[in-house]
């Protein structure tokens, strides 16, 4: 049956009412996850609260053992799903200032949103600043279009809409199967390395 | 406490593992049969010698060459312009892009059509569209375009055209001036105009 | 860390996403058709000399002829005791279920058509599907009525393409004598890789 | 400190947050064969402001263009919508678990105004970079990286490896 909307199942006009709902579940869960305190956040670097590994690693996994579970069925066409584009630079240069906000800032853009509905002060100054970066970034674009478009010295960096098993030749059945490993292996060690990390109390 | 994530963990890792061994990896993203034999079955795969000659003459950008027999046979002779993938490696890696070119119409070319035919099937399983056979091969090619048949008087106009056309056609593909050519006549075989009209069905003998 | 002790909910969720992916695997409808044999392997097997047949040893009985021409041709006339499967219905249940039963008795089945490049395709498929047992007649139905009224070489084997003239020769002295320059094969188109946009417009 | 207990009795345990977010996010690949995100509903919020406080301006440069279409209000976006049902869906968490109050979270050694300057200067850092690698961590990493994206996980990568890279160097900001 594939994406209900791209493929007409449901009309577009639900798109939006759809989106509210998925927002209020997102919201919901990513709050009650204990994504609304920016020290909880940041306890995955400092290694006294790895909440969001746990969820963002299991979460990941999830969906991809979903949907390519789906994809088998049938259920799901994955050429009408968004994957992502790969422009090589950018993504690497906007994930290291990306890095910086996040370490410096406690926030991301959604879990500040987050804080921000429940009063956290420091998430509405973070979204405020989120704005400020995209208007600065906004007016500076004729100089970062390079690098945004992957044109003039970042040519080539576009390589389309496709997959890391695309791109390595590999099934994307194996990688999913190890990058779970992985991700197991990962929550069993971070919660070896919180028992001995100072605990901070927040 | 710790055994339940123990468990939990295992299944999810189970879960994964079951991902690995769905069998389908044949199928995966292939054309499945029923289609492929409505694509076989609707002969729209062919192209004539004469369009493929007026395209290239008009050097229509939308079409592409592709010669599948072996390189010994290719550099004896093929069509200009035209990029050979032997049949033994067409479906690497290497020649992807060209024969999934979007907007482009892929002429598949052999000495007769069957290793074209049998490309084109592979590519269509593939899921790569427009992809043409040209009809007959090089050998259409040089019995139509290079030897055009001079038309009995009685022929319909069109087919003096298409002699015309044919002529000028040898002329642009090196088949020589006129006068130069071998004007076999041989007089049992009927000179058989190939109808540019796609024929519904590939009948006949 | 005290929320790490309540997993009463997590196991119902894991129970949950596990029971759906269960369910769709059961229920979900399995194609009828599929292939057996990948693309590359079908491409190694294509031109094996053993998927033909010759015209004259196909008198022995232990053959299965199928003609895959249109009932009308098939009427006309036919090679020997051969079963008329039209080529659109070549996917049919019945037929299908006749295939399987030749290959359980594993016999070798021949099918023709009215020139071998017409059957290749249909063989294509049925091979792909993975009936190994059928075999292609060289030549097809008008060989078979050629070499029987005895006129040109009958046997003559026409699995491998042959040019009809050596168009290299037929070039040189058309164009008066000059050497022929095969086109260069570097033909450097570029291809775009292609960039597989998706239609859900998305991004964040 | 008493409300530690308090935080943390109401949390959920994480793995079932992972979990449910993994279903939510497989729904969302469902319906609308595209993921979640954060920083477009932000980009839009701008994108709407200048349009409206400078029409031509935002007409001329080249990245706001894109985004403006006469059709459509540029806050129009399905991205706006979802960022509005984060916002309900946390006040609604909020509530649930009594966490809704005004307050700056920060830890108690820095003083307040410390660790919102910070939040300031994080969230113009996050803005820029979520420009040029075109999303955030909720678009770009998570939403790509289920998918298998190569550009998901190179920006996941990046995040939390600069992330980590920088840590030392806030360490007296949080610990």
Redesign the interface.
């Known amino acids: 049956m594939g994406p209900l909307i791209p493929l007409h199942i449901i009309p577009e006009t639900w798109n939006h009412v759809i989106a509210v709902l998925l927002g209020m579940a997102f919201g919901f869960i990513m709050e009650s996850s204990g994504f609304s305190s920016s020290r909880k956040i940041v306890g995955l670097f400092y290694g006294y609260d790895f909440t969001v590994l746990r969820v963002f690693f299991t979460a990941t996994v999830v969906t991809a053992i979903g949907l390519y579970y789906f994809s088998y069925m049938g259920w799901i066409d994955m050429s009408f799903v968004y994957i992502h584009p790969t422009y090589l630079t950018a993504a690497i240069v906007g994930g290291l200032i990306m890095g910086l906000g996040f370490v410096s800032g406690g926030y991301c853009p959604g879990t500040s949103l987050i804080g921000a509905a429940i009063g956290r002060i420091d998430g509405i100054v973070f979204t405020t600043g989120l704005m400020i970066g995209i208007f600065l970034f906004s007016e500076a674009f004729p100089v970062l279009e390079g690098i945004y478009e992957g044109t003039g010295m970042f040519d080539g960096d576009f390589l389309g809409y496709i997959t890391i098993t695309e791109y390595f030749n590999i099934s994307p059945h194996l990688f999913i199967f190890g990058f779970t490993v992985v991700a197991v292996a990962a929550f069993y060690f971070t919660n070896l390395i919180r028992k001995r990390v100072k605990p901070v109390n927040y | 406490m710790s055994k339940r994530y123990f468990i939990l963990g295992a299944v999810l890792i189970i879960v994964a593992f079951g991902l690995v061994l769905l069998p389908d990896s044949v199928n995966k993203d292939q054309v499945p049969p029923e289609k492929l034999l409505k694509e076989i079955m609707s002969q729209s795969r062919y192209i004539s010698p004469d369009l493929v000659a007026s395209r290239m003459i008009d050097e229509d950008p939308s079409i592409f060459l592709v010669d599948v027999r072996s390189a010994e046979e290719y550099s004896t002779y093929s069509l200009p312009g035209a990029l050979n993938i032997p049949l033994e490696n067409l479906l690497d890696n290497e020649w992807k892009p060209y024969l999934e070119q979007t907007g482009v119409d892929v002429v598949l070319i052999s000495n007769d059509n069957l290793y074209a035919e049998q490309a084109w099937v592979l590519c269509t399983r593939s899921g790569y569209k427009n992809i043409y056979v040209l009809k007959g091969g090089l050998n259409q090619w040089f019995a139509d375009i290079m030897q055009p048949q001079m038309p009995a008087p009685t022929e319909p106009a069109e087919a003096f055209d298409l002699y015309t056309f044919r002529k000028g056609a040898s002329k642009y593909f090196g088949g020589g001036s006129d006068d130069q050519m071998v004007t076999s006549n041989k007089s049992e075989s009927l000179p058989v105009i190939q109808r540019t009209k796609k024929s519904a069905a590939a009948g006949g003998c | 860390?005290?929320?790490?002790?309540?997993?009463r909910?997590?196991?119902v969720?894991?129970i949950?996403?596990?029971l759906?992916?269960l369910v769709?695997?059961i229920t979900?409808?399995r194609?009828?058709?599929?292939?057996?044999?990948?693309?590359?392997e079908?491409?190694?097997i294509?031109?094996a000399p053993d998927n033909f047949i010759q015209l004259n040893d196909i008198n022995n009985s232990a053959l299965v002829l199928v003609d895959l021409?249109?009932a009308y041709?098939f009427n006309k006339g036919t090679i020997g005791d051969a079963i008329n499967i039209p080529?659109?219905d070549?996917?049919d249940k019945e037929v299908i279920n006749m295939l399987i039963d030749w290959q359980k008795k594993s016999k070798t089945v021949v099918i023709f058509s009215?020139?071998?490049?017409?059957a290749?395709?249909?063989w294509?498929?049925w091979r792909?599907?993975g009936y190994d047992n059928i075999k292609l007649l060289s030549g097809g139905?008008?060989k078979y009525?050629s070499s029987r009224s005895g006129n040109e070489g009958a046997t003559g084997d026409n699995m491998t393409?042959?040019?009809?003239?050596?168009?290299?020769e037929?070039?040189k002295?058309?164009?008066?004598g000059q050497e022929?320059v095969?086109?260069n094969?570097t033909?450097q188109?570029s291809?775009?890789?292609?960039?597989?946009?998706?239609?859900?417009?998305?991004?964040? | 400190m008493d409300n530690k207990n308090d935080h943390s009795k109401t949390y959920f345990n994480p793995y079932f947050g992972g979990v449910m977010l993994g279903l939510i996010l497989l729904a969302t690949f469902y319906i609308t064969g595209r993921g979640l995100g954060a920083s477009g509903a932000a980009k839009s919020t701008v994108v709407a402001a200048v349009d409206r406080v400078a029409p031509k301006h935002a007409e001329e440069s080249t990245y706001y263009s894109k985004f403006i279409s006469d059709d459509l209000h540029p806050m129009n976006t399905w991205l706006v919508f979802e960022a509005i049902g984060v916002l309900a869906g946390a006040f609604l968490s909020g509530a649930i678990a009594g966490r809704l109050k005004i307050k700056t979270e920060h830890n108690p050694k820095i003083t307040r105004r410390r660790r919102l300057v910070f939040a300031l200067i994080g969230g113009i850092l996050f803005g820029v970079g979520s420009q040029i690698a075109r999303g955030c961590t909720s678009g770009a990493a998570l939403s790509g990286a289920a998918v298998l994206s190569l550009g998901g996980f190179i920006t996941m990568m990046a995040i939390f490896g600069s992330a980590y890279g920088f840590a030392y160097f806030f360490r007296k900001l949080w610990t």
């Open positions: 860390m005290i929320e790490l002790t309540k997993t909910r997590l196991t969720a894991t949950v996403f596990v759906i992916i769709g695997l979900f409808r194609p009828d058709h599929k292939y057996t044999i990948t693309s590359q079908m491409l190694t294509v031109n021409r249109q041709d080529v659109s070549i996917l009215d020139n071998l490049q017409s290749s395709a249909p294509m498929l792909q599907m139905f008008c009525i393409e042959k040019p009809a003239l050596d168009y290299g037929f070039i002295n058309a164009s008066g022929v095969t086109p094969s033909i188109i291809p775009i890789k292609r960039t597989k946009k998706s239609a859900a417009a998305g991004g964040c």
